[in-house]
Structure formats: C-alpha cells, structure tokens
C-alpha cells in the first residue's frame, strides 16, 4: 500500500506541474487568486508527499496524521476542481478539465486506500 501511495503521490505531482503552467497561461497578469489556488495545492501535495515518505520508514504508520493530512490536501484540490467564478478561466485552457478530471481519480485512488 506504501508504494501504490508513493506512486500516486508522484503522479499527482505529474499533473500538479501541468496544472500550474496551464493556471500561469490563464492568469497572466490578471488575477492572483488563480494562482494563489495553484500553489496552496502544491504546497500541500509536498507537505503529503514529505509525510508519505517519512511514514515509510518509520516504525509505525500515524494514520490519523495521514488522514489529516490527505483531507487537507483533498481540500485545496477541491477549490481547484470546483467550476466556480475563480476557476473559470483555468476551465477554459485547453486540458484544464481532463488533468482535473486525472487529478481526481488520483486522489479517489488514494483516498480508498
């Protein structure tokens, strides 16, 4: 289970780093708060993937500590997915909807483990 959530992890990353040049695209000047999303979410995804990897050498696993943390970071990926007036643009670039749509099979993955 360790690894599947160190796999997924990496790949979420993978989409995070789409997502953040795709939000750039989108701002460009105009609005903070759309990038502001962007990083929050990618902040917390280290933050998980830092635990992840402690946990994995560590004794025992602190799985509350692990929830917390995977809820947090399902929270900021919520503001990201939720089509709202903020995210608009982002869901107008091209591939926007489908690395979100990616994202969220990632984090339904994690989420059942």
Not at 16 to 21: D, G, V
Not at 64 to 91: A, G
Not at 97 to 111: A, G, H, N, S, T
Request: hydrophobic content about 40%.
């Amino acid at each position: 289970a360790a690894l599947f959530l160190v796999a997924s992890t990496v790949t979420l990353y993978y989409y995070s780093a789409t997502l953040s040049k795709k939000g750039l695209y989108a701002i460009a000047g105009t609005q903070e708060n759309y990038s502001w999303s962007i990083a929050k979410f990618s902040i917390k995804l280290a933050e998980f993937d830092t635990f992840v990897e402690q946990q994995s050498h560590a004794p025992q696993v602190d799985n509350d500590n692990l929830r917390l943390r995977f809820e947090i970071l399902y929270s900021r990926f919520y503001v990201l997915e939720t089509v709202s007036e903020s995210t608009q643009p982002l869901y107008a670039e091209p591939g926007y909807p489908e690395v979100v749509k990616q994202m969220r099979l990632q984090m339904d993955r994690i989420d059942r483990l």
